[in-house]
């Protein structure tokens, strides 16, 4: 032994810093020197390497537990929020089954996607009290690819069912499509008919030759009969108008003629036609309806005056008419007698603006169904008046008082059930309720105004 120096101990290093070293860098093992005897012999500091050797394995194996408790700890965690967000799709996927099984109705659907709801969060409940208690799962790994497959299975059941109500929603709108094409296909043959009608209306070619020598009564009672189809018209597509616009027709007619006891419920119309020839004969045996006031130069009052308006206008289409002359006396008659016979509550409940009412108001007639076949009306009006102050001496025009008796020379009923009831008795007689159409009278020759009678108790 005297030939082995001891070594010298390893300045500035602590403890704790050959611990890391040995931790961080790799040793060789301790060497010394065998004597004879065959005992090895240790050098004093590979004494204290070897002891720091152990301590820093310890640490490293306290380090390495702790290390794997926390990995642990953090993956019962993850695998905890995975549990929570696939409940949570769970939750999502019963909602929407309950608001699919809402409508159609099926008490079944609802029955069992409120158990589901309940059930799901009863599990949110759960995890709750798991993770206050700190009593995580023993198999993370598993159950995060369990949640995730819950999680999975639950979008595809929310997609699912969306996918049916859009497939609803789809039909549906094929209905909506459907019925609309339906209205529209009524729509179009509804005008079609109107514009027959108006072309119907509009024939007057027998009094294409006519001269003012040659006018007779029977001319005006032919252009009569024309004005009398086209206001019946007008007053169907105002009738068709407030029954899409849900009117209450009862109430509407009441308040034209209050009081009135109608043979049959469809009789209201006549009520209807009587409110539009009162509004369109207004003035009629004033020349011009008044339009140029009271005092008509003498040489505009003249039958050849009247008899070449009519012929002028005759022949034309009032469209056509209305907007090569939109400020003459005939378009001031449209604009006037309009805005006098419909109402803006009317006109706005019937197409949801005043856009016409405008137009007409500014001398703009509008290319609309209705406002055409109004005017169309009004051209029959106004022909009729030429036609009248034509005459020599004119036409003149009456009308029934309420509660006359009926006359066959100066009346016509529009109704046969007054002369075919069973409760007419010698008490009781039918008389006239309102007039429909007025009546006129040419020279000697009378024209029957249109009735309608209803029963009167005589005292």
């Known amino acids: 032994m005297e030939g082995v120096k001891p070594s010298a101990v390893t300045p500035s290093k ?19 020197i065998v004597p004879d005897d065959g005992v090895q012999k240790v050098k004093p500091d590979e004494i204290d390497e070897w002891n720091d050797s152990k301590t820093a394995k310890r640490l490293s194996q306290k380090f390495d537990r702790l290390h794997d408790e926390e990995v642990e700890k953090r993956m019962a965690l993850e695998a905890l929020t995975a549990k929570i967000f696939a409940t949570i799709s769970a939750i999502k996927a019963g909602y929407a089954q309950l608001q699919h099984a809402q409508s159609p109705y099926d008490a079944d659907g609802i029955q069992a996607a409120d ?15 798991c993770f ?31 996918g049916k109500k859009l497939e609803s929603q789809l039909r549906l709108k094929e209905s909506e499509i459907i019925f609309l094409r ?91 036609e009587s409110f539009i020839c009162r509004e369109m004969f207004k003035a009629f045996h004033h020349p011009y309806f008044t339009l140029l006031g009271n005092s008509v130069p003498e040489g505009k009052k003249h039958p050849q005056v009247f008899f070449e308006r009519f012929m002028e206008l005759k022949s034309t289409k009032v469209t056509e008419y209305l907007a090569m002359k939109p400020k003459s006396t005939f378009a001031k008659f ?65 009308q029934i008082s309420k509660g006359c008796r009926f006359s066959e020379v100066y009346m016509e009923s529009v109704t046969e059930e007054a002369f075919l009831s069973s409760d007419i008795t010698p008490q009781s007689e039918p008389r006239v309720a309102f007039t429909v159409v007025p009546g006129f009278r040419i020279g000697k020759t009378v024209i029957q105004c249109q009735v309608y009678l209803s029963q009167f108790k005589t005292r």
């Open 14 to 32: 602590s403890k704790w810093a050959r611990t890391l070293s040995k931790v961080l860098h790799l040793h060789t093992a301790p060497t010394g």
């Open 115 to 129: 158990q589901l709801i309940v059930s799901e969060l009863k599990k949110l409940s759960e995890f709750k009290q």
């Open 132 to 162: 206050l208690k700190k009593q995580y799962d023993p198999s993370p790994e598993y159950s995060m690819l369990l949640a995730e497959i819950q999680e999975q299975k639950s979008l595809s059941k929310t997609f699912e069912i969306m």
């Open 182 to 272: 339906e209205k529209l296909d009524d729509s179009n043959k509804q005008n079609k008919l109107l514009e027959k009608r108006l072309n119907q209306s509009g024939q007057l070619f027998v009094l294409d030759n006519l001269h003012l020598s040659g006018l007779s009564p029977s001319h005006f009672i032919t252009v009569l009969r024309q004005t009398v189809k086209s206001i019946r018209s007008f007053v169907r597509l105002m009738i068709d108008q407030m029954k899409s616009a849900e009117w209450d027709m009862n109430k509407a007619a009441n308040s034209i003629e209050q009081g009135v006891v109608y043979w049959k419920a469809d009789d209201k119309c006549y009520t209807f």
């Open 334 to 398: 449209c604009r006037t007698r309009y805005l006098q016979l419909v109402h803006p509550k009317m006109e706005s409940s019937f197409f949801g603006n005043l856009s016409i009412r405008d137009m007409v108001s500014s001398y703009e007639f509008p290319d609309t169904i209705f406002f055409i076949l109004f005017a169309e009306m009004a051209k029959r009006v106004w022909l009729l008046h030429c036609l009248a102050f034509a005459f020599q001496p004119e036409a003149s025009i009456f």
